[in-house]
């Protein structure tokens, strides 16, 4: 039986961009078609495997492993793929209704749950030399533990007070989470969906002010 100690969850945080790995992670895909060009980073194992080393959940020696055991075991790789992507609908689906303030469906909660109990099943102590961490463990070396941590960090958002902060940005339709003092953020970046905006705004004025004279 092989083990595999995986990092410590916590370390992803340091890498992601949106406020929350699970916001990373829906946000390897244009969910809205009228943002062009529409993209999904996902295109398969190889692209999947890559984005989540990119997030720091693969090492570079793990991303290899992963790779040699695709090439291995196509039918797996693509059910995986499918497992993947299927989590990543369900992730999309209710953190864009709580950023519109709506109960997310409990079907997709269920479905998460289900994520929850397998990845759970792994989650394990060890002593390292600077002191006691929750891991990953993976026993069956399987393609699609990538998901655990992503799943974790999806129940861990979904329960904490930054669940009232998760919005959609009104430029590029991203999702954050808002970190500003008054709550009010509108958009994932000021400085490129927040100026885009702004400058947006000003043309339509001075178009406006154009037309009045
Ligand atoms: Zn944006």
Redesign the pocket.
């Known amino acids: 039986m092989v083990i595999i100690v995986l990092m410590n969850t916590n370390d992803i945080y340091s890498f992601v961009k949106y406020g929350d790995p699970c916001l990373d992670f829906i946000n390897s895909k244009v969910w809205n078609t009228r943002v062009k060009p529409f993209a999904d980073l996902f295109i398969d194992y190889e692209h999947i495997v890559n984005w989540f080393r990119h997030l720091g959940i693969l090492s570079d020696e793990a991303l290899e492993h992963q790779l040699e055991l695709a090439t291995k075991h196509p039918i797996e790789t693509q059910a995986a793929v499918e497992k993947i992507i299927k989590l990543r609908d369900v992730n999309y689906r209710i953190l864009t209704s709580l950023a519109h303030q709506e109960m997310p469906p409990v079907t997709d909660l269920e479905i998460l749950n289900q994520y929850l109990d397998e990845a759970m099943e792994h989650r394990q102590v060890v002593l390292t030399p600077n002191g006691i961490h929750w891991v990953w463990v993976n026993k069956d070396v399987s393609l699609d533990w990538i998901l655990w941590p992503i799943t974790h960090a999806t129940a861990e958002l979904l329960t904490s007070e930054r669940s009232l902060r998760i919005r959609e940005?009104?430029?590029?339709?991203?999702m954050?989470t808002d970190t500003s003092r008054n709550g009010l953020r509108r958009?994932?970046?000021m400085k490129?969906?927040g100026n885009r905006a702004k400058a947006h705004r000003h043309y339509e004025r001075a178009k406006s002010t154009k037309l009045e004279k």
């Open positions: 940005c009104n430029g590029c339709y991203w954050f958009w994932c970046d490129t969906c």
